[in-house]
């Protein structure tokens, strides 16, 4: 019946710009992939740095523009830090208007099948007035939880009430207006320039209200206070449709670095349950002393660990030169340490027993998918909300609340979680969830619900 659907509907091409940053790309890509289950010709518009490799998706149409970078930000965000990232943002949201524009009437809608919308990442507000002017509908990817987008239209009111910006003396006071949070946990980052954070955010909020729905890779029953507070403040209409990645769609990576197949290799030599996975995300960097910390926290657990350590994610060092001489062999193949993982494929592994991790979204809801429980180490804005969410919410983690991270710590929390009564409890947990989340997309489900209207919605854009 869908097919036969599908059949007398006029084909219709949708045109997605994401960011160009892991964290981003991925849940784009597998968005254009269901949607193109779904009978949806694809065009895909990036910037040329963190470009995808178009070979790894034939399917679809790509169009690479400028970015209009300045030199200096142009270190790939595999090896920068944090407070570049809010200039990034800001700059292109400048520099790429002219060029997405061209590119929008030059080539990808110049096409025999009509446009229908364009599906925009939400950090893209340029967007907004660029697709009004061409009269092209446009939705927004919003690829973090519903829960921290949540806190960003109150940032006004967190302003008035001096819990922003952030003041160190009040790490620990809870904000009442977002329980359980506290003021260590709101969505902010680390700049010498709050005020250009606060108006992103603010232009974030704004053209995501004048846009014509919001696409979540999350699922209702997960996040449904949430994403009803959204629906209620900006009046749109809202599709949960994840967890994205488990649609059983044939997925292609879209990794920047090299996926090292030996994490998979060394994990089939490892009992079931037993594996630490550790990996921080795309952006976030270490300090020298904390990097070594993890590893003598890791090292004196006693228990098998792989350890994904960016090149130029700790500063000052290329790789591993600041691990002791010869520490991986003194743990006679306990510890596997590689560049980039294939994280999904890490996770759905038997021997992984846990997930320590920054708590960015793709990486919890990937971890919820295999009921994998987290420690959580989150180091900036919707990863301070998560991390919080999974700990004293969903309860299928636990969070290092020390600021400073501290091997005796690190030791207790996997101790905790691994060998432990209430670990034991947090993993029955997050089986449950891992159940719930994949209930979702079957037929019937909420996220399975959302995605026909979603369809169904697109279609009535195009007329
Ligand atoms: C950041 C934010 O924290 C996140 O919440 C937001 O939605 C996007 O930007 P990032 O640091 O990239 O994200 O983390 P995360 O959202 O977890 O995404 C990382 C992606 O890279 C995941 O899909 C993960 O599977 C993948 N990954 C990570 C690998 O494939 N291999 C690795 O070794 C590490």
């Known amino acids: 019946m869908e097919q036969q659907q599908q059949k007398e509907r006029k084909r219709l091409r949708l045109v997605l710009f994401p960011l160009p940053a892991q964290g981003h790309i991925n849940p784009m890509l597998e968005l254009a992939t269901i949607l193109h289950s779904k009978g949806f010709s694809i065009t895909i ?13 034939p399917h679809f149409t790509f169009h690479s523009i400028p970015h209009g970078l300045p030199d200096h930000m142009l270190k790939p965000t595999t090896g920068s830090g944090t407070k570049d990232v809010i200039s990034i943002i800001t700059h292109l949201n400048i520099t790429t208007v002219e060029p997405f524009r061209e590119c929008l009437t030059s080539n990808a809608l110049d096409d025999d ?111 449904q206070s949430a994403l009803d507070s959204i629906a209620n403040q900006l009046s749109i209409p809202m599709f949960p449709i994840g967890p994205f990645h488990k649609y059983n769609l044939a997925y292609s990576s879209s990794s920047f670095l ?47 660990f792989l350890w994904v350590v960016r090149p130029r994610s700790i500063h000052g060092s290329e790789w591993l030169e600041l691990l002791p001489n010869g520490f991986l062999e003194s743990l006679r193949g306990r510890g596997h340490i590689v560049k980039w993982a294939p994280q999904q494929q ?39 909300v998560n991390s919080r969410y999974v700990s004293h919410v969903w309860k299928v983690g636990v969070k290092l609340e020390n600021g400073i991270l501290e091997r005796g710590d690190i030791e207790r929390m996997i101790t905790k979680l691994m060998r432990e009564k209430e670990g034991e409890e947090i993993r029955c947990r997050v089986s449950k969830l891992k159940d719930m989340a994949i209930s979702c997309l079957k037929h019937g489900g909420t996220s399975y619900k959302y995605l026909d209207s979603l369809v169904n919605h697109i279609h009535s854009l195009a007329h």
């Open 258 to 304: 090299v996926e090292d197949q030996s994490s998979i290799s060394w994990l089939n030599t490892q009992p079931p349950n037993s594996v630490i996975y550790v990996s921080f995300g795309s952006v976030a960097v270490l300090s020298e002393t904390e990097f070594l910390e993890i590893a003598w926290g890791l090292a004196n657990s006693n228990l098998p």
């Open 113 to 223: 099948e009509p446009v229908a919308c364009l599906i925009s990442d939400a950090m893209f507000h340029f967007t907004r007035a660029v697709a009004d002017s061409l009269k092209l509908p446009r939705l927004v990817l919003r690829t973090t939880s519903a829960t921290s987008f949540n806190v960003f239209p109150a940032f006004p009111l967190l302003l008035q009430k001096g819990y922003l910006p952030v003041q160190d003396s009040r790490l620990e006071e809870p904000v009442v207006e977002f329980p359980p949070l506290k003021v260590k946990d709101l969505p902010v980052i680390e700049t010498q320039y709050p005020e250009k954070f606060y108006e992103l955010i603010s232009r974030v909020v704004s053209e995501t209200k004048a846009s014509s729905g919001i696409i979540w890779n999350t699922f209702e029953e997960l996040e």
């Open 45 to 57: 518009i990036h910037i040329n740095f963190n470009s995808p490799n178009p070979s790894n998706h």
């Open 346 to 384: 890490v996770l759905a592994h038997l021997a992984v027993g846990a997930f320590w991790t920054h708590s960015g979204w793709n990486s919890t809801m990937e971890s919820i998918c295999e009921g994998v429980p987290m420690i959580c180490k989150p180091s900036f804005i919707d990863q301070n």
